[in-house]
T-cell receptor, first 117, second 111 residues
């Protein structure tokens, strides 16, 4: 089946630095990808919709200057957490809709755990 | 914003028993999906039920949907220790591909 990968799987960084997380669709093209954030023992919160060739669409309350999204190709979307702070520590997960006319379900990446010290 | 509310929040059962998780949602939907998440991992799609369907089966999974009550249930029969995971319902509205997830049920199946 289709696979979505994320890199890195975990990252530790100092406060004030920027961190880039990659999301790749490995055997299918994804014009749209979604970025979620998950706090421990909580559900997924949609942060933004990444659109290939155009600007990302951010959910209410998500700072677009803080979480930069670039969908550079049909198989790659990146999320950059700029000037990271400890409160940005979280589990970040990307997903891409399944291919075909339905596009109802999504393939999820394995997630990236970010710890900001 | 979160659409679904699952209950229970946590469920602990013995291997071989059935596990039932419930999900309620607030707005009209096109479909409702159930996903599974192993600890610290991404989500895996389990089953999708459309708004015009009432029940669906897939292996040991049985999903029901009651649009009048805006609720769904996921039944896992003959549970196994490997079923230990968090289970989330998710809904899609209108023509959007965006999914809104519930809070999830953490299932523990004891061997």
């Amino acid at each position: 089946g289709a696979v979505v990968s994320q890199h890195p799987s975990w990252v530790i960084c100092k406060s004030g630095t920027s961190v880039k997380i990659e999301c790749r669709s490995l055997d299918f093209q994804a014009t749209t990808m979604f970025w979620y954030r998950q706090f421990p023992k909580q559900s997924l919160m949609l942060m933004a919709t990444s659109n290939e060739g155009s600007k990302a669409t951010y959910e209410q309350g998500v700072e677009k200057d803080k979480f930069l999204i670039n969908h550079a190709s049909l198989t790659l979307s990146t999320l950059t957490v700029t000037s990271a702070h400890p409160e940005d520590s979280s589990f970040y997960i990307c997903s891409a809709p399944t291919s075909g006319s339905a596009r109802e379900t999504q393939y999820f990446g394995p997630g990236t755990r970010l710890l900001v010290l | 914003s979160q659409q679904g509310e699952e209950d229970p929040q946590a469920l602990s059962i013995q291997e071989g028993e059935n596990a039932t998780m419930n999900c309620s949602y607030k707005t009209s939907i096109n479909n409702l999906q159930w996903y599974r998440q192993n600890s610290g991992r991404g989500l895996v799609h389990l089953i999708l039920i459309r708004s015009n369907e009432r029940e669906k089966h897939s292996g040991r999974l049985r999903v029901t949907l009651d649009t009048s009550k805006k609720s769904s249930s996921l039944l896992i029969t003959a549970s196994r220790a490997a079923d230990t995971a968090s289970y989330f319902c998710a809904t899609a509205q209108g023509g959007s591909e965006k999914l809104v997830f519930g809070k999830g049920t953490k299932l523990t199946v004891n061997p």
